[in-house]
C-alpha cells in the first residue's frame, strides 16, 4: 500500500536525484548565534510570559500540565515535567488543545432562562439572557420552597462535575439541604466493575502492576483510546514491553488502538467473554495449575455450601466454616486447621462442598469447545490462553524487593467497560476477578493491585433492597440491590413514573453539574422524556444537549480558569496531591460551580451547614471551614491543601502538586496480605454468599409489598454467588432474534465523552479529517455481503430506533459485529456546527441495566445493519 | 556543529494524535494547513490484522526536494541552515505550490485561506496574538506554503541561550511533537554526536528512512512496526 500523507499526494511527481545545491546558511541562524540572549522572536518587545504548573480535568485521568501564557494569552499545554515519576509522561490532544474548550467563542457566558415552557427535541427554548442576581433568586426561591416541603424532592446530578469542584462541595450541599439525591455518572461508566470489586474485596479500584507484569491479559481496556488510568497504563506497557518482557494480549471483537498494539488480538463475540473465562478456569482447574494456598489462605474458596447455595455458618450464624482436612470436621478457618478446596463432605447429615468444587463443578460444561460455539473464539485458542495465563503467573514463586519477600505472580486479567459495560456487568468482572484469584494475582508483585481491600465490610452483607425507595435514583433498593455507586440513568425514568417504583416523593427540581447524561446513556430519548417532568438548572461550561431541557443555564468556568483542589490517580508507585489554578478568564466570568454553591446556600441560610458538611465530606481534621465567614474559591482550596498536606500554599501553586513514591510495605504489603491473610481473618469473596442471600431479601420484598415491575428470575440470575454462562446471554441476545449484528460502542482520543470538547477547533479540524466525525466500523467481508464500502451511509437499526453512520470498512472487527464511538452527532445548535458530525449512537442503544450494580448495558445491544 | 533529527517509534506509537494537537496549538494551526499529520493504516486480515500508526512532519531532507524545486524557480523562499532545518521564507515565497508537487511526503501545505478556527466568530487564542508577536515562522501569509520547521522557534531560542545541550531534553528547547507523547515514542536531537539520544536510539533500534529511494536524504527516521511500509 501506498504510504500516503493527508489528500495532497495524488500526483505528486516524482524526482530522480535532486541535485544537492549546497547547505546556505540561513540568516536568522547567523544572527541568533552572533546575538545576545535575548528572546529571539524578531520583536522589539518582550512579551509577558508565565508558566503555569495545574492539572488537566478534561477526563478522568487529571495529568499534571504545565501550560504557558504569553500575554495573558494561554499559548501552550505541555506534560508538567515534574509528574512523570507519578502519573503521566505525555498528555493526550485533548489536553494539548485544551485552551481551545476555554476560548471557545460557542460556551456558555452568561445566565440564560428559558422562556418556552415546552421542552422537547424540536423545541427553542427561546433563551432570554438575565443577570446573575436574577438567576440566583430564581433558583433560590425554587429551591427554598422545595427545602420546607420536602427536600427530597432536588436531585442532584453531576458527572465530570465530580472531577471539578469535586463530589465532596455537592455532598457537602446536598446534605445541608437535606436531599439523599446526589447523583454521579459512574453507572453509565465502570459501575459494575466497582460493584464487582466491592463484593470480592470489599472495595473497589484496580490497577496491575503492570511495571512488574510479564502478561497482561486486557479483556476490552482501552488505555490507548479511552481514559481512567491510561495515561500511566499507556506509558507503563509501553515500557513493559520494551524493557521487562511484558507481552499483551487484547480480548475484544474491535481491533482497538490496545489491540493493534499487542502482541495478539482475539476477536471475541460480544458479551461472550464470560464464557471465554470460565473455560479458562475450568482448563487450569482440571489441570490443577491454580494457586492452591493462595485461595486458602486469602479467599473463601473453602467455605462450605450446602445445596441450597448457602455458606454453613458456625453457631454465631456469621462465621463461614470450611473442612478442617486435619481432623476431619467443620470448623472455621482459625488455628491450625486445614481448609479443603475440594470434595464433597457430610455434615449433619447433609452434603457440602468447598466453594472452589462448586465452582469446578458449575463449569463442567463450559468445555472450550462450548466457549468456542458461544464466543467465536477457538477452543484451542481458550486453552493456549489459560496455560498461558497460569504458566505467566509463576504460582508460588516469591521476588524480594528492598529486602521483602513477596508472592511474584506476573500474570494478570485486566478489564475495564469491555467486561463490565454490560447487562451482566457484575458478573463478568466478577469472572475477571475471579480468574485472578485462580493464580493468586491480587496484590502480589506483577499482579492486579486492589485498591485499599475491606475498606467497606459492609459491602460483604447482604444489601439492604430497601423498599420503598428513599433515593429518587433507587441506590441500595430492592430494585438495584448493590448500586452502592449511584444509579445515573434511573432518575429520569423515576421522574416519569415515581409511583411505580414506590419513591414516597416526586422529583420537583434537578440540578445538573457539568453532565450531559440522557446523551451518554442508553435509550437516550427515554432520559429526556423525564427531564420534561421537572425544573432543571444546569451548570456547565457548553450548551450541551441537557441544556435544552432545562430551565435556567449557569455558566462555570474551564479548568483553565478556575480553583480546584484537584482529584488524582494513583498509580501502583505512587500517589500525588494536586491543585489547578486559574490563569486566564477570557470571558471574565464571574461565577464557578463552587462559588454558585456557596451563594445559593448563603440565600437559603444554610451557608455555615453546607460548610460544615464539606468539612465531613473533605474529611477535614486540622484545618477546617469555619463558620461564620465567607470563602472564596480560592480560599477553599487553601484550607483543603492545607489539610491535606501541611504544606503552604506557594508550593501548591508553584509545583501544581506534591507527590509521594510508594513503598514496599504501601504497595504489596497494605492489602489483603494485611486485611485477609490467614487463619482468624476475613476473605476474599470467591463465593460471593452476599448474592444469595441479597436475592432472598429481593424476593420477601417484592412479595411482601406486591411489587410488579420487577423479574424475579432475571434478579435471580444476575444475583448469582458465582458467574455461570448464563451471563453471557444478556437480554438483547435472547430477544432480538432478527437483529443479526452485535454493537459494540468505544472512546476515541480526539473527543471526551460527548459536549465539553466538540467545539473544540483543534480536535476537529488540525487532527485529521477522520477525527472530526465517527464512524460505523464494519467488517470487510460483511461490508461485500451487503455491498457496502467505505464512506456509504449506513443505517443502524435496533428495538430502540434507527440512526445513520457513515461506514469504515476494514478488517479491525468481527463479522458480525459494528462498532460505533461515542462522543459525536449530537445536535444542540449551541455547540459549533462541527460538534454534530457523526453517529450519535446512545440513543438505539438498548437499556437493561445490570440489576445488581444499575450499571448501563452499552456492549449487548443488537441491531440490523443495511445501506441507507 | 550540530544536526537535528528525529525518531518516531512507530512500535510505541498508539495512534493518539497529542503530537499532532500540539503541533497545531504551538505552531498557530489555520484549518487546511496541518503541519504535523498522522497516516494510520491496517495490516493483514481478519483475525490476524494490527495497525500501524504513522506520524509525519518535515523530513528536513539533507537534499530536500523542497528547496530544489524553489530555486529552480527563482523563488529561493526555501533554506536549509547550519543545524539542518529547512524553513520557509514566506515573504519571499510566490504560492507556486512546486514545493509541495515534489516533496516525496507531501509535507508543504498551501495556505490559500488563513482559515479561522470559528468562522464568523472572531479570533480565539493564539489567532488573537499579532504577527508583531509572533516568530517569522508563525506569520503566515495566505498563498504561501508553510511546513514544519521543527520548532524552530525553540531550537534557535536554544542556541540564543547557550543551552544547545538541553535540545530535546527541555521543554522550552525541544519540538512540541516530541515532549507532548505520552509513551515517549520520538527522540529529537543532535545526529551528529553519536551519543546523543537521537543517535544512540537510530542506532539500536535501526531506524530507517522512509522513500529512500527518492534520494532527498530525510532527517527523520522511523523505527517500523511489523507491516509498516517504508
Known amino acids: ?112 432562562k428559558r422562556t418556552n415552557p415546552k421542552k422537547g427535541p424540536d423545541e427553542d427554548p427561546k433563551w432570554v439572557e438575565i443577570s446573575w442576581e436574577e438567576a440566583f433568586s430564581t433558583v433560590t426561591a425554587k429551591l427554598a420552597k422545595i427545602m420546607a416541603e420536602d427536600p427530597r424532592k432536588l436531585v442532584w446530578q453531576h458527572g465530570q462535575g465530580k472531577y471539578l469542584i469535586q463530589e465532596q462541595f455537592c455532598k457537602g450541599f446536598t446534605s445541608a ?14 459501575a459494575a466493575r466497582h460493584v464487582a470489586d466491592d463484593l470480592v474485596f470489599g472495595s473497589n479500584g484496580i490497577i496491575p502492576d503492570l511495571s512488574n ?3 497482561l491479559l486486557n479483556f476490552g481496556a482501552n488505555y490507548y483510546e479511552g481514559e481512567q488510568t491510561s495515561r500511566w497504563l499507556d506509558w507503563t506497557t509501553m515500557e513493559g514491553r520494551d524493557k521487562n518482557g511484558l507481552k499483551t494480549i487484547v480480548v475484544e471483537p474491535r481491533l482497538s488502538h490496545c489491540a493493534a498494539k499487542a502482541d495478539e488480538w482475539v476477536p471475541v463475540r460480544p458479551g461472550k467473554d464470560a464464557v471465554v473465562i470460565l473455560a479458562m478456569a475450568k482448563v487450569m482447574i482440571d489441570a490443577g495449575t491454580i494457586d492452591e494456598e493462595f485461595l486458602i489462605t486469602y479467599t473463601n474458596a473453602t467455605s462450605l455450601v450446602g445445596a441450597d447455595g448457602k455458606v454453613l455458618k458456625d453457631k454465631d450464624g456469621k462465621t463461614p466454616l470450611v473442612w478442617d482436612t486435619a481432623t476431619s470436621a467443620a470448623k472455621p478457618y482459625v488455628g491450625e486447621v486445614k481448609p479443603a478446596l475440594k470434595g464433597t463432605y457430610t455434615v449433619e447429615g447433609k452434603p457440602y462442598k468447598p466453594a472452589l468444587q462448586v465452582f469446578a463443578d458449575s463449569i463442567q460444561d463450559v468445555t472450550p469447545q462450548y466457549a468456542e460455539e458461544v464466543s467465536g473464539v477457538l477452543a484451542a485458542t481458550i486453552v493456549r490462553l489459560a496455560q498461558t495465563f497460569a504458566k505467566e503467573a509463576r504460582i508460588g514463586e516469591s521476588i524480594t524487593i528492598d529486602g521483602q519477600k513477596l508472592r511474584y505472580r506476573p500474570a494478570v486479567l485486566y478489564s475495564f467497560r469491555g467486561l463490565e459495560a454490560k447487562e451482566f456487568g457484575v458478573q463478568n468482572w466478577a469472572a475477571g476477578l475471579t480468574l485472578n484469584m485462580l493464580v493468586g494475582s491480587p496484590d502480589a508483585v506483577g499482579g492486579l493491585k486492589l485498591n485499599n481491600p475491606y475498606a467497606t465490610p459492609a459491602y460483604f452483607d447482604a444489601s439492604k433492597c430497601e423498599y420503598p ?48 447524561r440522557p446523551v451518554a446513556a442508553a435509550d437516550s430519548w427515554k432520559q429526556f422524556e423525564g427531564l420534561t417532568k421537572t425544573f432543571n438548572v444546569t451548570i456547565d461550561v457548553v450548551m450541551s444537549e441537557i441544556c435544552l431541557w432545562s430551565d435556567i443555564v449557569l455558566p462555570d468556568k474551564t479548568y483553565l480558569e478556575a480553583w480546584h483542589f484537584a482529584p488524582t490517580r494513583g498509580t501502583p508507585l505512587a500517589s500525588h496531591t494536586a491543585i489547578r489554578q486559574p490563569m486566564t478568564n477570557p470571558y471574565n466570568l464571574d461565577q464557578d460551580a463552587f462559588s454558585i454553591l456557596f451563594e445559593l446556600s448563603k440565600r437559603l441560610g444554610i451557608r455555615d451547614k453546607f460548610m460544615d458538611e464539606s468539612n465531613k465530606a473533605w474529611g477535614l481534621k486540622e484545618v477546617t471551614f469555619k463558620p461564620g465567614r465567607d470563602y472564596t474559591p480560592r480560599e477553599a482550596v487553601e484550607v483543603i491543601w492545607a489539610d491535606k498536606t501541611k504544606k503552604d500554599f506557594s508550593v501548591a501553586m508553584d509545583q501544581g502538586f506534591v507527590g509521594t513514591l510508594l513503598n514496599v510495605k504501601q504497595r ?25 442471600d441479597t436475592y432472598e ?46 454493537i459494540v460502542t468505544h472512546k476515541r482520543m480526539y473527543r471526551n465523552q460527548s459536549a465539553f470538547t466538540a467545539s473544540n477547533a483543534i480536535l476537529n479540524q488540525a487532527l485529521g479529517p477522520d477525527a472530526a466525525t465517527n464512524y460505523v466500523t464494519v467488517n470487510s467481508k460483511t461490508a461485500k455481503d451487503l455491498g457496502i464500502k467505505s464512506g456509504d451511509t449506513v443505517m443502524i437499526e435496533t428495538r430502540v430506533g434507527k440512526v445513520k453512520g457513515t461506514a469504515s470498512v476494514g478488517e479491525g472487527v468481527r463479522p458480525d459485529v459494528i462498532a460505533v464511538s461515542f462522543h459525536y452527532g449530537t445536535f444542540s445548535p449551541g455547540l459549533a456546527p462541527a460538534a454534530r458530525n457523526g453517529t450519535w449512537i446512545n440513543q438505539v442503544l438498548e437499556m437493561h441495566p445490570d440489576v445488581v450494580s444499575g450499571m448501563v448495558s452499552f456492549n449487548d445491544t443488537k441491531c440490523k445493519l443495511y445501506k441507507a | 556543529m550540530a544536526k537535528f533529527a528525529r525518531v518516531i517509534d512507530t512500535n510505541r506509537c498508539m495512534g493518539c494524535r ?124 495566505v498563498n504561501t ?48 554526536d553519536p551519543n546523543s539520544a537521537v543517535s544512540k536510539k537510530i542506532k539500536e533500534s535501526g531506524a530507517v528512512q522512509l522513500k529512500k529511494n527518492f534520494g532527498t536524504a530525510p532527517q527523520v527516521y522511523y523505527v517500523l512496526t511489523e507491516g509498516a511500509k517504508s
Open chain 1, 177 to 190: 439541604f437535606g436531599t439523599p439525591n446526589m447523583v454521579h455518572r459512574t453507572t453509565l461508566c465502570e
Open chain 1, 697 to 742: 431479601k429481593v424476593e420477601a420484598t417484592v412479595k411482601k409489598n406486591d411489587i410488579k415491575n420487577l423479574d424475579l428470575p432475571h434478579y435471580k440470575v444476575a444475583l448469582a454467588p458465582i458467574p455461570g454462562k448464563e451471563h453471557a446471554f444478556p437480554t438483547p441476545h435472547r430477544e432480538a432474534k432478527d437483529y443479526p449484528f452485535y
Open chain 1, 668 to 692: 504489596y504489603l497494605s492489602g489483603i496480605e494485611d486485611k485477609f491473610k490467614g487463619p482468624g481473618k476475613p476473605k476474599m469473596k470467591f463465593y460471593r454468599d452476599q448474592m444469595i
Open chain 1, 1 to 112: 500500500m501506498e504510504l500516503r500523507r493527508r489528500s495532497f499526494l495524488k500526483g505528486m511527481g516524482a524526482l530522480s536525484g535532486v541535485a544537492a545545491s549546497g547547505v546556505s546558511f540561513e540568516a536568522v541562524a547567523q544572527a541568533a548565534k552572533a546575538a545576545p540572549a535575548a528572546k529571539a522572536t524578531g520583536t522589539s518587545q518582550a512579551p509577558e510570559t508565565k508558566t503555569v504548573k495545574t492539572g488537566c480535568a478534561i477526563c478522568p485521568n487529571f495529568c499534571g500540565i504545565s501550560a504557558t501564557v504569553v500575554n495573558g494569552v494561554v499559548r501552550t499545554i505541555y506534560p508538567n515535567p515534574d509528574i512523570a515519576p507519578y502519573y503521566n509522561h505525555g498528555i493526550c490532544p485533548k489536553g494539548a488543545s485544551g485552551m481551545l474548550n476555554t476560548y471557545d467563542p460557542y460556551r456558555l457566558k452568561k445566565p440564560l
Open chain 2, 145 to 192: 506554503v508553510e511546513k514544519c520547521t521543527f520548532c524552530w522557534h525553540k531550537l534557535k531560542q536554544a542556541v540564543a541561550d547557550g543551552k544547545m545541550d538541553r535540545i530535546g531534553k527541555d521543554q522550552q528547547y525541544t519540538p512540541t511533537c516530541d515532549l507532548v507523547c505520552p509513551v515517549q515514542a520520538r527522540v529529537f536531537g543532535d545526529v551528529d
Open chain 1, 469 to 516: 425507595p428513599q433515593r429518587a435514583d433507587l441506590r441500595n433498593s430492592v430494585y438495584f440491590p448493590f448500586s452502592n455507586h449511584d444509579i445515573a440513568q434511573t432518575p429520569q425514568l423515576v421522574a416519569l413514573d415515581p409511583k411505580a417504583y414506590g419513591l414516597p416523593y416526586v422529583p420537583e427540581m434537578q440540578i445538573f453539574y457539568a453532565t450531559n
Open chain 2, 18 to 141: 497529542a503530537c499532532v494537537a500540539a503541533c497545531a496549538t504551538e505552531n498557530y494551526y489555520t484549518p487546511g494547513a496541518q503541519w504535523n499529520a498522522m497516516v494510520e493504516y491496517e495490516v493483514g486480515t481478519y483475525p490476524t490484522v494490527k495497525k500501524v500508526f504513522n506520524t509525519i512532519g518535515c523530513m528536513h531532507c539533507e537534499q530536500p526536494a523542497c528547496k530544489a524545486a524553489c530555486d529552480k524557480v527563482g523563488a529561493k523562499a526555501i533554506s536549509k541552515n547550519e543545524f539542518g532545518v529547512v524553513l520557509i521564507d514566506y515573504e519571499k515565497c510566490i504560492g507556486c505550490g512546486y514545493c509541495a508537487a515534489v516533496c516525496p511526503y507531501g509535507v508543504p501545505q498551501y495556505n490559500s485561506a488563513l482559515n479561522p478556527l470559528y468562522p464568523g466568530k472572531g479570533k480565539v487564542a493564539y489567532e488573537t496574538i499579532p504577527n508583531a508577536m509572533r516568530d517569522p515562522t508563525h506569520r503566515k501569509k
Open chain 1, 213 to 215: 507484569s510479564k502478561l
